[in-house]
């Protein structure tokens, strides 16, 4: 989404509503199928979908009322309604819910005084709403606030991320761009995936910049993609011009300076001899001479980062750490475009084919069907057209591996489209991207321009008999988008219903052409199977799941980030060996694989391997592979309806089962949640799960149950304990009460932090919660240094 | 092509989906969102049968059969599907199938009828239809201890209609013997009845703004009730009463004139999409998931073609003759 302009609307006359439109009509095109990209035009222009804009596409364009009106209401990010100056998303992913989010934005909406249905400030100034998922899950929670992300964004603190995002604005930084005559010292690299600039990477950039200016030091700032060790940044790697690296997690802008000066000598001896005078003079007068960045043993910096690579093994995510992800030279340097090399001066298809099917990986996007056998299919058609489409709509609340791979290996991921396209005669391709991720769309962007230069995509690929073109589709907000038919079905320009299978896309998909529907994971792991052939690729994983496997751990987990390992891994060796087990020394309760499809697993089964068909077994899905730990503070119930709400949000609407069904369901879950439930209730919604599993007509439904299932499954004690008015962990607001008790010392600490002034108090004396003001926001807890607020069940203290 | 159903052997015609099959032979599928030679995407689940062949329950609506297919459409599972899908249907339909005034009268009258003569200034058809109920109209519901008024859905907006009194009102205006005795609609007591539960404070506070018949009446009863086929399955499918919370977003009670005889009552909607895929640029879909109406933008009224009507599977759409 591009800044706002809202302003601007009210001087904005009719005559140029019309032209700037008349504009964007010209640009984007006229026929029913460009819809979408046209909206978002619209939207991007007038910041909404200005009334006056969508009369004029009536009568300029074949798109009529009814298929505006059914897309631009269906695609959650088209507004109908202009929204204030700034634009707050709080992020409802599941590690941010389990984190709590909901109180995050309720202090929001508090802080900025919105009520009601209103979701705009009454100056204009700020609209809020809550979104899927911003990936940033290990910053959890997170907010952004126009492009600005802010991680770890407590109840407490959100008057201060108001103030501070206000204060920013106010003080436009203004980036220095001064070029120094130096000898080059030496290079630092700096992750620059969304995460890593969420977590304040561009202002180490910028001090990066700053910084080496002032010393004098000439230095290569590299921006890299994503490292996965969300957990530990910013993160920067020093690189020694004896090519030696060393290597700073968490870096502070503070920390730059220092770290600079021990690593390089500046270019001229006076600048030497300033510097190394300033820098002991600032070392002195500062208490940071004992915690001094570089004094740290490396051992003691790194051995996290060392035991959480352990044991990885990269193959989408070859290159982590080093490769810049627009640098195409460096791509090639190392192995990138070999394979497509490979393939066109010397491979048959059929030959590409087979290395494929040997390698027995299987789709990486949910289902795990077999991606070779996929191809064949579409391979053995003789229609004239056939498409290839990169399906990056990730809509997994928890997942962010996909638009990982985009931003830092676009060149991978399209290396991979290009080989299968070749292997099964296609003749276009298509990334599409979830419109949350502008920065995948930016990259990829960027580096289909630059491959195009160097006749990598285009007619005659490499000077051979090959030609193809790849182009982006931006989608719109929907997660049902995801399923491979209503990705089609956006595309071509209507609301995102799935079609019945058969027939399957790859028989009849994209204007009725066979369509070869690939996740971006997948694709990414293709050029690795060409470079050493399918057989070698085989030797990974297990028998039936082949290959490494992204995740991304989040959740109550020490060390969260992304990770990729080898198929049959342990769930439990992920947890412990690579996350380094449950944050705050908690215990493990359950894991949540595969999102909103997916399931929990138990601790006492956390032994199982990575695999498709075991997680399957278990209830449980691959999904796209988020991996939710949750520990004992969090209440499963809480967690199914969490998802449940998710599906019954993003459902199409088009049948019945999922439509009404998953509507019924999260019903019956919030009369538990607030303990109005009866023991009977738990037996119809597990009829009702049951029968919406195999009553859906696509996956999303299909998988919809699978949460609440496994919860019933391996929990349903704790849903027995809600119908009886317990929850244990006090997650579920409607059944606790917070009181005071008797370590309160009358610090009235509590009720200065109170939102809603529920807190009476007598200084020195015990406090008191006035239960009916409470809005259970949990601040309190946060700040009293006593212990002394506690959660109580309702059921309890009216027993008292 | 030759396949299975009810381990029964069945010739495929060419592009016969397994519903027009199983019809063929005799076997009574249910459908909804269906309807022979129209534009259709299924969706609503009560023609579900089992693909005996992979364990799969599939829409036999669309489904083309394949050689050697089994189809089971009728154990208990499968029955158990179409019950639960209406079931479901039912709990987002807030709508009366008959008056409850009308169901609950000892004499048989036609209130709700009654009543729209008297709204429309037809006194004497609202007469006559008191005469047929009544032998003696003038002392009609003296006796009576006026059920009517106490299942009057108007109750619960505001105050019940005062049926008994607007009774007498047209029996002393008028002598019973010089009107024609009109004969009523019949009131199908044995058959399902949806009810329309409860209203919100926000329905209460709009049809309180909105409807002022001069009878108050809400008018419940569904002027489509003849021709609703999820009245009928869920008679056939022995459901009584809702399984599920009625919880619903749609607005009850808004009927709505799209040209001349055509009414469109959205709240009686199942979203099965007929109208939307069959009309061009006319109805169309609005928002998605559980919220997700079938509504018609004005300036599409013109777009609906001729005989839209029949294809509606409930009274959501409906054919208004007086």
Redesign the interface.
């Known amino acids: 989404m591009s800044g706002c302009n809202c302003e601007n609307n009210d001087k904005l006359s009719y005559e140029q509503i019309i032209a700037t439109t008349d504009g964007i009509i010209e640009r984007v095109g006229t026929s029913p199928e460009v819809v979408i990209p046209l909206l978002q035009a619209i939207q991007d222009e007038f910041s909404y979908l200005a009334s006056e804009a969508i009369e004029r596409i009536y009568e300029k364009t074949e798109i009529d009322r009814a298929q505006l009106i059914s897309v631009s209401t269906f695609y959650s990010q088209f507004r109908h309604i202009p929204y204030g100056q700034h634009l707050i998303k709080v992020c409802a992913g599941t590690a941010c819910h389990v984190k709590g989010a909901n109180n995050v934005y309720d202090a929001f909406t508090r802080e900025l005084k919105i009520e009601g249905d209103s979701i705009t400030t009454e100056d204009q100034l700020f609209s809020i709403e809550k979104v899927a998922c911003l990936g940033c899950c290990t910053l959890a929670p997170v907010v952004q606030i126009d492009e600005k992300i802010y991680g770890h964004v407590l109840p407490g603190k959100v008057n201060e991320v108001i103030a501070t995002f206000l204060d920013e604005q106010e003080t436009n930084k203004e980036k220095e761009n001064k070029a120094g005559n130096y000898s080059i010292a030496g290079e630092v690299r700096l992750g620059m995936g969304s995460c890593c600039q969420a977590s304040g990477s561009s202002d180490i950039y910028l001090e990066l910049k700053k910084k080496s200016d002032e010393l004098g030091i000439s230095i290569d700032i590299k921006s890299v993609g994503c490292v996965g060790v969300c957990n530990q940044v910013p993160l920067i790697d020093v690189v020694l011009q004896d090519g030696s690296v060393k290597r700073y997690p968490n870096v502070k802008a503070s920390e730059i300076k220092e770290i600079l000066h021990h690593h390089f000598k500046s270019g001229s001896l006076l600048k030497r001899i300033k510097n190394s005078i300033i820098n002991r003079v600032d070392t002195y007068h500062t208490d940071t001479t004992w915690d001094n960045v570089v004094w740290k043993p490396e051992h003691e910096r790194v051995e996290l980062i060392d035991s959480f690579l352990s044991e990885q093994k990269h193959i989408s995510t070859e290159g982590y750490g080093y490769l810049a992800p627009l640098d195409l030279d460096e791509y090639i340097a190392n192995k990138g475009f070999e394979s497509l090399k490979k393939v066109i001066a010397s491979y048959s298809a059929d030959e590409v084919l087979s290395n494929i099917l040997d390698s027995g990986i299987r789709g990486r996007g949910g289902g795990g069907f077999p991606t070779g056998e996929k191809m064949k299919i579409v391979a053995s058609s003789d229609q004239s057209e056939k498409y290839v489409i990169c399906n990056g709509d990730e809509g997994d609340p928890g997942a962010f591996m996909d638009r990982m791979i985009l931003e830092s290996y676009p060149f991978r991921v399209i290396e991979g489209m290009l080989i299968e396209a070749y292997a099964v005669g296609a003749t276009k391709g298509l990334f599409y991207i979830r419109a949350e991720y502008p920065l995948a769309v930016q990259r990829i962007r960027k580096a289909l321009d630059l491959c195009r230069e160097r006749n990598l995509i285009g007619e005659r690929i490499l000077g051979g008999e090959y030609s193809f073109d790849i182009s982006i589709f931006e989608g719109a907000g929907a997660f049902v988008c995801g399923e491979e038919t209503a990705l089609i079905a956006s595309i071509e320009g209507d609301r995102g219903f799935p079609k019945q299978k058969p027939p399957f896309p790859a028989v009849e998909g994209l204007n009725a052409m066979p369509t070869l529907v690939n996740n971006v994971e997948t694709l990414s792991q293709i050029p690795f199977i060409i470079r050493n052939g399918g057989d070698k690729y085989a030797e990974i994983g297990t028998e039936n799941s082949k290959g490494t496997k992204v995740f991304a751990l989040a959740g109550k987990i020490k060390n969260g980030g992304l990770i990729e390992v080898p198929m049959g891994i342990s769930l439990n060796q992920i947890v412990e060996e690579i996350g380094g087990g449950v944050e705050g020394g908690e215990k493990l309760k359950a894991v949540q694989v595969g999102g909103p499809s997916g399931g929990c697993i138990p601790a006492h089964l956390c032994d199982v391997h990575v695999d498709f068909d075991s997680f399957n077994q278990m209830g449980a899905m691959m999904g796209s592979g988020g991996l939710v730990v949750l520990s004992e503070s969090d209440c499963m119930v809480d967690v199914a309806r969490y998802f449940l709400s998710f599906t019954c949000e993003e459902s199409c609407g088009k049948c019945t089962f999922c439509r009404v069904g998953i509507r019924r369901m999260l019903d019956i879950l919030d009369n538990i949640c607030q303990g109005k439930a009866k023991l009977e209730d738990i037996d119809t919604l597990e009829e009702l799960a049951n029968n919406v599993k195999i009553s859906s007509l696509c996956g999303l439904g299909k998988t919809a149950p699978n949460p609440v299932l496994t919860t019933l499954k391996y929990f349903r004690h704790e849903y027995e304990e809600h119908v009886n008015g317990v929850c244990k962990t006090g997650k579920c607001k409607d059944l606790i009460n917070y009181v005071v008790n008797d370590a309160c010392i009358g610090c009235t600490k509590c009720a200065k932090a109170c939102p809603v002034d529920a807190i009476q108090y007598e200084p020195y004396e015990k406090h008191s919660i006035q239960l009916n003001d409470c809005v259970k926001c949990g601040l309190c807890v946060d700040v009293c240094e006593f212990d002394a607020i506690e959660k109580r069940a309702v059921k309890e203290l009216v027993k008292e | 092509m030759q396949i299975e159903i009810n381990n029964i052997q069945v010739k495929i015609e060419d592009g016969e989906t397994i519903i027009e099959a199983c019809r063929r032979i005799g076997l009574d599928i249910p459908s909804l969102c269906w309807s022979k030679n129209a534009v259709h ?6 023609c ?1 049968v089992r693909n005996l062949t992979n364990g ?2 599939i ?1 036999s609506c ?2 083309l059969p394949t050689e050697g297919m089994h189809i089971d459409t009728e154990s208990d599972e499968v029955k ?2 179409r019950k ?2 209406l079931d ?2 039912l ?2 339909h807030r709508a009366d199938c008959e008056a409850p005034c009308s169901l609950v009268c000892p004499e048989g009258l036609d209130v709700e009828a009654m009543l729209n003569s008297y709204d429309k200034d037809n006194l004497e058809d609202a007469l006559g239809l008191i005469k047929h109920a009544f032998q003696l109209p003038v002392l009609a519901c003296d006796t009576c201890k006026a059920p009517c008024e106490k299942a009057c859905r108007r109750r619960n907006v505001d105050t019940a209609v005062s049926i008994r009194q607007i009774i007498k009102e047209i029996t002393e205006m008028f002598d019973a013997s010089e009107v024609k005795e009109v004969e009523n609609a019949v009131i199908e007591k044995k058959m399902f009845q949806s009810k329309l539960g409860r209203f919100t404070d926000g329905e209460k506070q709009r049809l309180k703004e909105t409807v002022s018949s001069k009878s108050s009446c809400l008018h419940c009863a569904c002027d489509g009730r003849s021709g609703c086929s999820l009245r009928q399955y869920a008679g056939d499918y022995q459901i009584k009463r809702p399984r ?2 009625m ?1 619903s977003a749609m607005p009850v009670m808004t009927k709505e004139n799209i040209k001349g005889q055509l009414w469109f009552e959205q709240a009686k909607c ?2 099965c ?1 007929l109208c ?1 895929y069959n ?14 109406e079938v ?1 018609l ?1 004005e ?2 009224k013109s777009n609906v073609p001729e005989g839209i009507e029949s294809l509606c599977p409930t009274g959501a759409l409906y054919l208004n003759v007086d």
């Open positions: 995407k299924s969706s609503c689940m009560v579900a799969q329950i829409p669309t489904t158990g599907v639960m899908s479901l249907l709990s987002d599920y919370n919880g199942i979203r999409g939307v009309s061009n640029n006319g109805f169309t879909f609005k928002d998605r998931g559980f919220g997700m509504i933008p300036e599409n």
